[in-house]
């Protein structure tokens, strides 16, 4: 496939998950006349408000830099994976749990720098450190299971932003609508990868979603 190929992929995946997140949007109006909680849920992305009128330079470099790829890292790299994504895989999860227990009085740039050095340097070592043969079983499973994991990890990838809402973890009908969008959009960047065949490519489409939402957020404020 060419690399035009792939680009137009990229641009039908983007407009369909907006279309699947229309018709979702549609659907929960409906069902709120029966189904309040839907629509009164309380729930408020707190962190977002408050970058967005605060810093929005800050809310650009976590949601349309930092998100993008870190997240692709933690939940795409499952997916039909090569031996470069599991390493990833494997750098990026301890990185990201990692830096919460930092102190929070430190510089967030200074926190990213750091986590992106971390990064670097465990897929350095590591690459080095796991050969491709040592990979060879887990990545026959997970392509012989390419479809399980692809619904498998988008609903992890929509259960994790949950926090985004509360501070403990938590599962009602309200929340689970407000994730749903998170389901939809971690589909779509496990389903470009899988067609255009590179991490790379969910990179981008996570990278268009967010930085509309963004940019729309921004405008708006």
């Given at each position: 496939m060419t690399s035009s190929q792939k680009t137009r992929l990229l641009f039908l995946a983007y407009f369909k998950m907006w279309g699947f997140y229309i018709l979702f949007f549609i659907t929960m109006a409906i069902l709120s006349i029966w189904i309040p909680e839907l629509k009164d849920n309380g729930y408020e992305d707190t962190t977002l408000s408050e970058m967005l009128t605060n810093n929005p330079f800050k809310?650009?470099?976590?949601?349309?830099?930092?998100?993008?790829?870190?997240?692709?890292?933690?939940?795409?790299?499952?997916?039909?994976?090569?031996?470069?994504?599991?390493?990833?895989?494997?750098?990026?999860?301890?990185?990201?749990?990692?830096?919460?227990?930092?102190?929070h009085d430190i510089h967030w740039g200074i926190l990213l720098l750091f986590g992106a050095v971390v990064i670097f340097t465990l897929f350095y070592i590591l690459k080095h450190l796991i050969s491709e043969k040592t990979t060879q079983r887990l990545r026959t499973f997970l392509h012989t299971y390419t479809t399980p994991m692809l619904i498998i990890v988008s609903i992890v990838f929509g259960l994790v932003h949950i926090n985004n809402y509360v501070d403990d973890f938590v599962i009602n009908i309200a929340l689970i609508a407000l994730i749903v969008p998170r389901v939809i959009s971690g589909f779509m960047m496990g389903w470009i990868k899988i067609k255009n065949q590179g991490l790379i490519w969910s990179m981008g489409l996570h990278f268009m979603n967010n930085a509309f939402v963004v940019g729309l957020g921004i405008l708006a404020s």
């Open positions: 809310l650009f470099v976590l949601a349309c830099i930092f998100a993008p790829i870190v997240e692709e890292m933690m939940f795409r790299t499952l997916i039909k994976p090569t031996h470069t994504d599991l390493i990833l895989f494997i750098c990026s999860w301890p990185v990201f749990l990692g830096l919460g227990f930092l102190p």
